[in-house]
């Protein structure tokens, strides 16, 4: 079993959403404090990344959020946080989130949660770091993106091997057990076949 001691959560911003959506980010959130793990997030106060970070801090987590100087005012960057760092671009945003995460989950989101998981899924992928990356499959939102990978690793786009590398769950609690159930990451002999 890993042990974590952070989480990186990536998640949307927009309120505009099922309040079930909510809910979901507000008990990943809770758990994670339930379960002693820091959190660390994208910065903001709005939609699920807000529901999320204050349920963690609700149930005791340590959050530490990241934010660019430009979304900052966007997203309202969210002032009750343990620490809010504010970075000059989305490549130091990012690279922070990874260095402080020992695991990476995605909530729903659009198209920023979506490049953030498929960043540290990639870097897996390529051994740039050994950190399990999960899906919280909330409603069946991420239903289509699983169905789409499987297309692609029968078609050989995505290596078998490689397949797990990215896990979907619809619970958080059996999202967090899978993900500290994990194994290395079986890197890839040959490049070519990325």
Known sequence: MR?????????GSSDDVAPLYLESARRMGRLLGERGLGVVY???SVGLMGAMADAALEAGANVVGVI???????EVG???LDELMVVDSMHARKTIMAALADVFIALPG???TLEEVFEATTWAQLGYHDKPVGLLNVNGYYSPL??????ATELGFVRKPQRGLLISETEPEALLD????????????RMERM
């Open 3 to 11: 042990i974590f001691r952070r989480v990186a959560v990536y998640c």
């Open 42 to 44: 994208g910065g903001g």
């Open 68 to 74: 660019t100087e430009r979304l900052s005012a966007m």
């Open 78 to 80: 969210h002032a009750g």
């Open 110 to 112: 659009g198209f920023g």
């Open 146 to 151: 699983v169905a789409f990978l499987d297309h």
């Open 178 to 189: 899978a993900l500290a159930r994990t194994e290395m990451n079986p890197l890839p002999r």
